[in-house]
Each structure stands twice: as structure tokens, then as C-alpha cells.
């Protein structure tokens, strides 16, 4: 079964509105990471969040982490249509980097 | 300059052949990881190797199997093909073993087993 679990599976927004996917996880994390991928290609890391950390900014990209609840979220401020694209979070369990089923948002101009 | 590239991008094949992936990184990381992505965008480990040794190995059929010649490449060579080998397969790499640190993915390799 996967690790992380996104919600909601699918987001469709407008151009200029904030889009928050969340991630819940089910065993103890060293950290955890949000990736992209855009359609047809690979996925690109965005941001890693460590287990003592509880909010990290990267650019328009706001992440949280609840060790308490197990989970995480993902904030995108000010979307463009280029933030159209899956998103996954990957957390470490055994040793390997296990990824949930992914948050396809969808920002229309 | 492509830091992690695999070929080939498309690779369509009949059922019982046998095929080789191929990935290259120039990142100077020293693991290298497989991954398969399947139709519902589930993306599950394979295998990964830490300046060529294999590190860890998933449940896969051993008709998988990865190929590291050295800590810059690891090939994919899997026997004789089923449908449900269909999936995109990604190689990934990053600077330590483990996953502490940032993975770095590679395009994909779109298989389809006919």
C-alpha cells in the first residue's frame, strides 16, 4: 500500500487562486518531500520538509508538517497555468522513498 | 547538459520479448534508483543501487533485472515481456544513498507491451 495518501485526488482552480493539496502518512517520517510532474515527463523535486521542522517557503510554495496528525500539505499561491501539473508527496519508509497517489491540479488562465 | 536521461522515451514491444532500458546520470550522485509509474499514476520503487551495488530490491519478477557498469549508469533489462509490464519506468539518482536527500528523475521510459 502506498505511504502518503494526497487529497484531493484532483484541483481545478483559476489563474491567480491559491490550490492546497494535503498528504497523510501512516509510519514515523525523517522527512518529507513534495515533487511535480507535468504531464509526460519526470518528476521534479519542489521542496523537502524535515521531521523537526513544522513550515517551510519556497517561492509561492508554502508546506506544513503535523508529525502529530501524520500529515502535510501544500500551499501554491497566486497559481499560473504553468502550476498545472500532478503532485506527489514521498515520505521515507524502510529505507526507500514511497510516494502517494498524487494531487492533479488543473489551473485554468 | 540533461542531468538524468534515459532512453528510450518510447518503447513498444510484443509480448515475450525482451528489452533493455538505459539511464545515465551526470549529476556525480552515487545512487541510482528504478521506478515504475503505472496507469494510475501509482509510482513504486524497484531497485536501487549505491555505486553499484544493488541496495534494495522490491518485490519485482526476476525478469527485472538492473544492470550497474558503473555508478553513472543503470540499466533495465527485463525477459520476456508481459502486458502488465505496461508502465512508464523512471531512473532517478541522488548525491547519498538513502532518502534523506533530493532524488532527481530522469524523463521516462513509456513501455507498452502489445
Known amino acids: 500500500s502506498q505511504q502518503g495518501e494526497e487529497d484531493p485526488q484532483a484541483l481545478s482552480i483559476q489563474e491567480g487562486e491559491n490550490a492546497t493539496m494535503n498528504c497523510s502518512y501512516k509510519t514515523s517520517i525523517n522527512n518529507l518531500q513534495w515533487y511535480r510532474q507535468n504531464s509526460g515527463r519526470g518528476l521534479v523535486h519542489l521542496i523537502l520538509i524535515r521531521s523537526n521542522e513544522r513550515e517551510k517557503h519556497s517561492g509561492r510554495l508554502r508546506v506544513t508538517l503535523d508529525t502529530s496528525k501524520k500529515s502535510s500539505s501544500l500551499l501554491i499561491t497566486a497559481s499560473r497555468a504553468a502550476d498545472t501539473a500532478s503532485y506527489f508527496c514521498a515520505t521515507v519508509s524502510w529505507g526507500k522513498l514511497q510516494f502517494g497517489a498524487g494531487t492533479q491540479v488543473v489551473v485554468t488562465p | 547538459d540533461t542531468a538524468v536521461s534515459q532512453t528510450p522515451k518510447y518503447l513498444v514491444t510484443q509480448m515475450g520479448n525482451d528489452k533493455s532500458i538505459k539511464c545515465e546520470q551526470n549529476l556525480g550522485h552515487d545512487t541510482m534508483y528504478w521506478y515504475k509509474q503505472d496507469s494510475k499514476k501509482f509510482l513504486k520503487i524497484m531497485f536501487s543501487?549505491?555505486?553499484?551495488?544493488?541496495?534494495i530490491n522490491e518485490t519485482v519478477p526476476n525478469r527485472f533485472s538492473p544492470k550497474s557498469p558503473d555508478k553513472a549508469h543503470l540499466n533495465l533489462h527485463i525477459n520476456s515481456l508481459e502486458l502488465g509490464d505496461s508502465a512508464v519506468y523512471f531512473c532517478?539518482?541522488?548525491?547519498?544513498?538513502?532518502?534523506?536527500?533530493?532524488?532527481?528523475f530522469g524523463p521516462g521510459t513509456r513501455l507498452l507491451v502489445l
Open positions: 543501487y549505491n555505486n553499484k551495488e544493488l541496495i
Open positions: 532517478a539518482s541522488s548525491q547519498l544513498q538513502g532518502t534523506k536527500e533530493t532524488q532527481y
